[in-house]
């Protein structure tokens, strides 16, 4: 097959662009040709009026459409591949791509085509109000953003695409990464038909080693680190647990340490490369991710999965279908630190129901989120769009 890819990075390395990345290079070693087009937020930069010129061509980029025509034409792709189309590929490329009657297939990586900023929070709560009857008018109402400039663009694109459907009508299936995610589509309207559930997965070689939890150090948190990350309720917790370390690694987003109070058993370790994050899980009793927002699926649950860690999460959203209570984590009451606390202070000295629960996840990530298990998942979802070549 040939699979041309579309994404608009981030201009941040982010678990997205890992997965696009790994995605790619799945595809490749099995044989496909992967056509890529990739446009960067980080040109914006180099931009006049970057601000004005990200809303229009959030609706449409004239350039975009070009360059894809021309790669339709010449490669010739039997399926096109998005992730991302924000700021500047818009949306107004995908009946172009359907006029070609070429195949569209999209991973659903956050909540963006429900609400304009993609994460289904706002001013430190969940909010839905742009699923509601006014929609979009509520990102300008609510200053989502923080800017009114800003909440007015990503309302008004997140209006012209719903409006226009070129999401709905083009698109013919929406690759959803749980079922939580797939039942928000489906409840705003979305064709059920064309919703389905692919996870996200280790991209790397999944090795059974045994792990001394004697010597394992602290409770782990990792990710970016941003209000939607519910980093407050870790950090409660851990005051509440002065003699239990706790370590953090992640890219803290600019001027927000100066809002938490970090008590002295927390220690931030920054950004860490891959190898660095090895060692980081292999030296945690489990890993604690406090997130106050809906998210599609953490690269971080695999990854400490694959290094038998057991993990805690929230118990709402999509994280009870990935971490299953007292079988590869414990599941503790949303934004609540002192149920949080408990949980932690319980399994922290419980080396046997460590050792369980990291077994179970390790069992589960072979499973369920290896790369060979999801690429039978992705090549089904491709056998469903192509009538040709045989596959």
């Not at 040939?2 to 595809?27: D, F, P, R, T």
């Not at 446009?39 to 449409?60: D, I, N």
């Not at 002295?264 to 030296?283: D, I, P, Q």
Request: glycine content about 6%; charged content about 25%; overall charge neutral.
């Amino acid at each position: 097959m040939k699979i041309l890819m579309i994404h608009n990075k981030y201009g941040k390395h982010s678990g997205e662009e890992a997965v696009v990345e790994a995605q790619i290079q799945l595809l490749e070693e099995n044989g496909h040709e992967v056509i890529t087009y990739f446009r960067s937020s980080e040109e914006l930069e180099t931009m006049p009026f970057a601000k004005a010129k990200a809303f229009f061509l959030g609706v449409r980029n004239n350039k975009s459409i070009r360059d894809i025509k021309e790669i339709i034409k010449t490669k010739k792709p039997n399926i096109v591949h998005i992730h991302n189309l924000y700021p500047l590929i818009s949306p107004a490329i995908l009946p172009v791509i359907k006029s070609f009657g070429v195949p569209i297939a999209m991973t659903i990586h956050n909540y963006r085509l429900l609400c304009p900023n993609g994460l289904f929070f706002t001013k430190g709560e969940i909010c839905e109000k742009c699923t509601g009857a006014s929609k979009e008018l509520n990102c300008i109402i609510n200053n989502c953003e923080g800017s009114i400039f800003k909440s007015t663009g990503y309302a008004l694109r997140s209006f012209w695409a719903r409006f226009s459907g070129q999401y709905q009508d083009y698109v013919d299936s929406f690759l959803c990464l749980n079922e939580f995610q797939k039942n928000k589509l489906i409840e705003n309207g979305f064709n059920k038909d064309k919703c389905s559930v692919i996870p996200n997965f280790y991209t790397k070689e999944i090795v059974d080693k045994d792990y001394d939890y004697k010597n394992k150090k602290y409770v782990a948190s990792a990710g970016r680190i941003s209000p939607e990350k519910g980093l407050p309720v870790l950090l409660a917790a851990a005051k509440k647990l002065p003699n239990i370390p706790f370590h953090i690694a992640g890219l803290m987003r600019p001027g927000y340490e100066e809002e938490l109070d970090i008590p002295e058993n927390v220690t931030l370790r920054g950004m860490l490369n891959s190898e660095e994050m090895k060692t980081f899980y292999a030296e945690s009793k489990f890993l604690a991710h406090t997130s106050a927002c809906y998210e599609g699926f953490a690269m971080v649950f695999p990854e400490a999965m694959a290094q038998k860690v057991p993990i805690m999460a929230p118990d709402f959203g999509s994280y009870p279908e990935i971490i299953e209570n007292s079988i590869n984590g414990l599941l503790f009451k949303p934004l609540n630190s002192q149920d949080l606390a408990d949980k932690i202070s319980l399994l922290w000295n419980d080396e046997d129901k460590m050792k369980e629960l990291g077994k179970n996840g390790f069992e589960i990530v072979k499973e369920k989120y290896s790369n060979k298990a999801y690429y039978i998942l992705l090549l089904e979802a491709y056998k469903k769009l192509i009538v040709t070549p045989e596959l």
